[in-house]
C-alpha cells in the first residue's frame, strides 16, 4: 500500500482539501463499478440493444424516447459544459487547455456521431437518459473544476499530459472508425441487428467500448487528478460489464456467433 501511496504521489496532483470533490470521486468510482456489475447480472441502462428488456416487465408505465433523440440529450450538456470552459477559465495553462479541448472534442464527436453517423433501431427509457446524462454532466464539469484546482500546484514528477494526448487521439478514432463500421451494418430502413465485422470485432464484440475506455485513460494522463483516475477506473468497469452483456446478448440471439470473439479485450475476455 506504501508502495502505491507513493507511486500515486509521482503521478497526480495533490487532491484539493474539499469533502465534496473527495465524496464526488469516492461517488463516481462506486456509482460507474456497480452500474457495470449489474450490467453483467441481467440489469441494464435501458438503452441500444437492452432498451427493452426489462420495461416490458416493469409494473409502472415508462416514458420511452427515441434513440437518436436520447442520445442527444445523453451528450448535449455536457458538450456545452465543455465549450462554457473555454469561457470561464480563458487564460490558463497549457495542460488544463488540453483537458478542455479533449473533453470538448469528446462530446462534440459524440453528437457528431448521433446527428450522422449511427443507424438507430430501438428506443430509450427516459430513466435511463436522465442518469446517463447527469452522469456525463457532472463528471465533465467536475473534471474541469478539480483541474482548475491544480492551478499553481507543483506539477507531478512523471508528465503524462502529453502520452496522455496519444492516448485520447488513439481512443476518439478507433471508437469512431468502429461506430462507422456499425452504422454499414445496415442498408436504408433496416433495423435488425447483425453480428458485425471488419476491424477489431473479429476480435472482441465491443471494440468501440475498449477504445473509449483508452480515451479516458488518454483524460486522466493529461489531466493526472484523482478524480480522473477515478473517473477512468470506474468507465473501465463499466463498460467491461456493458461488454460482458452485450456478448451473451450476440451468443443467445445468433447461433452462428463466432465463441472465439471475447467481450472487451482480445484473446483475453
Given at each position: 500500500?506504501?508502495?502505491?501511496?507513493?507511486?500515486?504521489?509521482?503521478?497526480?496532483?495533490?487532491?484539493?482539501?474539499?469533502?465534496?470533490?473527495?465524496?464526488?470521486?469516492?461517488?463516481?468510482?462506486?456509482?460507474?463499478?456497480?452500474?457495470?456489475?449489474?450490467?453483467?447480472?441481467?440489469?441494464?441502462?435501458?438503452?441500444?440493444?437492452?432498451?427493452?428488456?426489462?420495461?416490458?416487465?416493469?409494473?409502472?408505465?415508462?416514458?420511452?424516447?427515441?434513440?437518436?433523440?436520447?442520445?442527444?440529450?445523453?451528450?448535449?450538456?455536457?458538450?456545452?459544459?465543455?465549450?462554457?470552459?473555454?469561457?470561464?477559465?480563458?487564460?490558463?495553462?497549457?495542460?488544463?487547455?488540453?483537458?478542455?479541448?479533449?473533453?470538448?472534442?469528446?462530446?462534440?464527436?459524440?453528437?457528431?456521431?448521433?446527428?450522422?453517423?449511427?443507424?438507430?433501431?430501438?428506443?430509450?427509457?427516459?430513466?435511463?437518459?436522465?442518469?446517463?446524462?447527469?452522469?456525463?454532466?457532472?463528471?465533465?464539469?467536475?473534471?474541469?473544476?478539480?483541474?482548475?484546482?491544480?492551478?499553481?500546484?507543483?506539477?507531478?514528477?512523471?508528465?503524462?499530459?502529453?502520452?496522455?494526448?496519444?492516448?485520447?487521439?488513439?481512443?476518439?478514432?478507433?471508437?469512431?472508425?468502429?461506430?462507422?463500421?456499425?452504422?454499414?451494418?445496415?442498408?436504408?430502413?433496416?433495423?435488425?441487428?447483425?453480428?458485425?465485422?471488419?476491424?477489431?470485432?473479429?476480435?472482441?464484440?465491443?471494440?468501440?467500448?475498449?477504445?473509449?475506455?483508452?480515451?479516458?485513460?488518454?483524460?486522466?494522463?493529461i489531466s493526472q487528478t484523482l478524480y480522473a483516475?477515478?473517473?477512468?477506473?470506474?468507465?473501465?468497469?463499466?463498460?467491461?460489464?456493458?461488454?460482458?452483456?452485450?456478448?451473451k446478448w450476440y451468443l443467445s440471439k445468433f447461433?452462428?456467433?463466432?465463441k472465439e470473439v471475447k467481450a472487451l479485450i482480445?484473446?483475453?475476455?
Open positions: 500500500m506504501a508502495t502505491m501511496a507513493s507511486a500515486l504521489q509521482n503521478l497526480i496532483f495533490p487532491p484539493p482539501p474539499s469533502l465534496l470533490i473527495t465524496a464526488m470521486t469516492i461517488v463516481n468510482f462506486a456509482s460507474l463499478s456497480v452500474s457495470g456489475l449489474s450490467e453483467v447480472r441481467g440489469k441494464h441502462m435501458q438503452y441500444s440493444k437492452f432498451w427493452n428488456v426489462t420495461s416490458q416487465t416493469s409494473p409502472t408505465k415508462q416514458i420511452k424516447l427515441s434513440s437518436k433523440t436520447g442520445m442527444l440529450i445523453f451528450y448535449t450538456p455536457a458538450f456545452i459544459a465543455g465549450v462554457a470552459s473555454f469561457l470561464l477559465f480563458p487564460n490558463e495553462n497549457f495542460r488544463f487547455l488540453l483537458l478542455k479541448s479533449a473533453l470538448t472534442l469528446h462530446f462534440f464527436k459524440r453528437i457528431f456521431e448521433v446527428l450522422f453517423i449511427h443507424k438507430f433501431s430501438g428506443g430509450m427509457i427516459l430513466e435511463s437518459t436522465i442518469t446517463v446524462c447527469l452522469s456525463y454532466l457532472i463528471s465533465t464539469a467536475t473534471l474541469i473544476y478539480v483541474q482548475f484546482q491544480t492551478l499553481g500546484l507543483p506539477e507531478p514528477s512523471i508528465d503524462l499530459k502529453y502520452v496522455g494526448v496519444v492516448l485520447f487521439i488513439m481512443g476518439i478514432s478507433g471508437n469512431f472508425y468502429h461506430h462507422y463500421l456499425l452504422s454499414k451494418l445496415r442498408g436504408e430502413g433496416e433495423k435488425e441487428y447483425k453480428i458485425p465485422r471488419g476491424g477489431f470485432f473479429n476480435l472482441v464484440i465491443c471494440p468501440h467500448y475498449l477504445f473509449e475506455i483508452i480515451g479516458f485513460v488518454g483524460f486522466f494522463f483516475l477515478s473517473f477512468a477506473l470506474g468507465t473501465f468497469f463499466y463498460l467491461t460489464g456493458r461488454s460482458i452483456a452485450t456478448r447461433e452462428d456467433f463466432p482480445p484473446y483475453v475476455y
